[in-house]
């Protein structure tokens, strides 16, 4: 009877074994599904032959997966396991939109590498050692989540500004009266704000704004897409106005803001797919109704979307997104489940 105990696997073995299965089965067959289905079965085999930590396992099944997924569009090349270790950089790929290189380190848990305020020093020394090779390009936290269905929204990229500190892609919405009309047209502001984290109590992390880029501008036609003024009159229309009780389910009614953030994807799926822009969030500067008795309050942003992965993972509790209109100032918490 065979006594010995099963090897112990380090996960830059299981990586290596993983995209050369990918590769060699793709190279046989031509089959992209095949190729992901025989390394998933290898990563299951080794799983069960080797002393391997399950986390291993799963790590390295979402690095194929995303690389199954984006391969393509992104001009994905592996790393070497080396440089995945000490620079975490999985990938290296191009930026359909800018043409620009672009290193990913591929992750399920954002908040995990956001958390910690030492990141920054950490990726500070990324770029560093990159441009000490002579490498030029643009650091990136690939958020995926293969249990998420829809693949409309992915992935999510949380670029890393060359001082360490991670960013955001928002819009900011704003609607623009149109002269000697009622009709208004809605301009929107594509953008990256780059924040710095500070510690807070009760197991908060305060994120200030010290960095923006203005990515795109746009100023579209009345009612494509509808402002929120719009939308807030398509919903009283179509679930309170000219109702005949006795056939509208009251007991089904979505909230404002549900109905808002529903309508407010096709503007995500907009960019995702013409500016190849995946966004973490979207903004509307409204006035703000704070003393419903008077009216009184005050004109600010509201967040009307949000990614379904930053709010599966993320509480946001929202602070000022701009100090002065027009200018990209983001200061939020998180809150950690």
């Given at each position: 009877?065979?006594t010995?105990?099963?090897?112990?696997m380090?996960?830059?073995?299981?990586?290596?074994?993983?995209?050369?299965?990918y590769?060699?089965?793709?190279?046989?067959?031509?089959?992209?599904?095949?190729?992901?289905?025989?390394?998933i079965?290898?990563?299951?085999?080794?799983g069960?032959e080797?002393?391997?930590?399950?986390?291993?396992i799963?790590?390295?099944?979402?690095?194929?997966?995303?690389?199954?997924?984006?391969?393509?569009?992104?001009?994905?090349?592996?790393?070497?396991?080396?440089?995945?270790?000490?620079?975490?950089?999985d990938?290296?790929?191009?930026?359909?939109?800018?043409?620009?290189r672009?290193?990913?380190?591929?992750?399920?848990?954002?908040?995990?590498?956001?958390?910690?305020?030492?990141?920054?020093?950490?990726?500070?020394?990324?770029?560093e050692?990159?441009?000490?090779?002579?490498?030029?390009?643009?650091?990136?936290i690939?958020?995926?989540?293969?249990?998420?269905?829809s693949?409309?929204?992915g992935?999510l990229?949380?670029?890393?500004?060359?001082?360490?500190y991670?960013?955001?892609?928002?819009?900011?919405?704003?609607?623009l009266?149109?002269?000697?009309?009622?009709?208004?047209?809605l301009?929107?502001t594509?953008?990256v704000?780059?924040?710095?984290?500070?510690n807070?109590?009760?197991?908060?992390?305060?994120?200030e704004?010290?960095?923006?880029?203005?990515?795109?501008?746009?100023?579209?036609e009345?009612?494509?897409?509808?402002t929120?003024?719009?939308?807030?009159?398509a919903?009283?229309?179509?679930?309170?106005?000219?109702?005949?009780?006795?056939?509208?389910?009251?007991?089904?009614?979505p909230?404002?803001?549900?109905?808002?953030?529903?309508?407010?994807y096709?503007i995500?799926?907009?960019?995702?797919?013409?500016?190849?822009v995946v966004?973490?969030?979207?903004?509307?500067?409204?006035?703000?109704?704070?003393?419903?008795r008077?009216g009184?309050?005050?004109?600010?942003?509201?967040?009307?979307?949000i990614h379904?992965?930053?709010?599966?993972?993320?509480?946001?509790?929202?602070?000022?997104?701009?100090?002065e209109?027009?200018?990209?100032?983001?200061?939020?918490?998180?809150?950690?489940?």
């Amino acid at each position: 009877m065979n006594t010995d105990k099963p090897r112990y696997m380090k996960y830059e073995e299981i990586r290596e074994i993983a995209f050369k299965t990918y590769k060699s089965e793709l190279n046989r067959n031509g089959n992209r599904e095949y190729a992901l289905s025989a390394t998933i079965d290898k990563l299951q085999e080794l799983g069960t032959e080797y002393k391997v930590q399950k986390r291993f396992i799963e790590g390295v099944k979402t690095e194929i997966l995303f690389y199954h997924v984006y391969r393509e569009e992104l001009s994905l090349k592996p790393t070497t396991s080396n440089i995945d270790k000490y620079l975490h950089i999985d990938f290296v790929g191009t930026n359909p939109r800018t043409g620009e290189r672009i290193f990913i380190d591929v992750t399920k848990a954002p908040e995990l590498k956001l958390k910690k305020a030492a990141n920054a020093e950490k990726w500070k020394k990324i770029y560093e050692s990159l441009e000490s090779l002579g490498l030029q390009g643009k650091y990136v936290i690939a958020t995926y989540e293969p249990s998420n269905n829809s693949l409309e929204l992915g992935p999510l990229f949380l670029p890393v500004h060359r001082e360490g500190y991670p960013g955001f892609f928002i819009a900011r919405l704003e609607s623009l009266p149109v002269k000697d009309s009622f009709l208004s047209r809605l301009a929107v502001t594509v953008g990256v704000v780059y924040v710095v984290p500070r510690n807070g109590p009760d197991n908060h992390i305060y994120f200030e704004s010290i960095d923006s880029e203005v990515v795109q501008e746009d100023i579209f036609e009345p009612y494509q897409p509808p402002t929120y003024d719009s939308l807030r009159e398509a919903y009283h229309n179509r679930y309170f106005n000219n109702v005949d009780s006795e056939e509208q389910d009251f007991y089904n009614i979505p909230s404002f803001e549900e109905f808002v953030y529903n309508e407010r994807y096709d503007i995500a799926y907009y960019y995702r797919k013409s500016l190849n822009v995946v966004l973490s969030a979207i903004f509307e500067y409204e006035y703000i109704v704070t003393d419903p008795r008077d009216g009184g309050g005050h004109w600010g942003h509201l967040m009307t979307w949000i990614h379904p992965i930053i709010q599966k993972r993320f509480k946001f509790t929202l602070g000022a997104l701009f100090e002065e209109p027009g200018i990209w100032n983001l200061d939020f918490i998180l809150t950690w489940w």
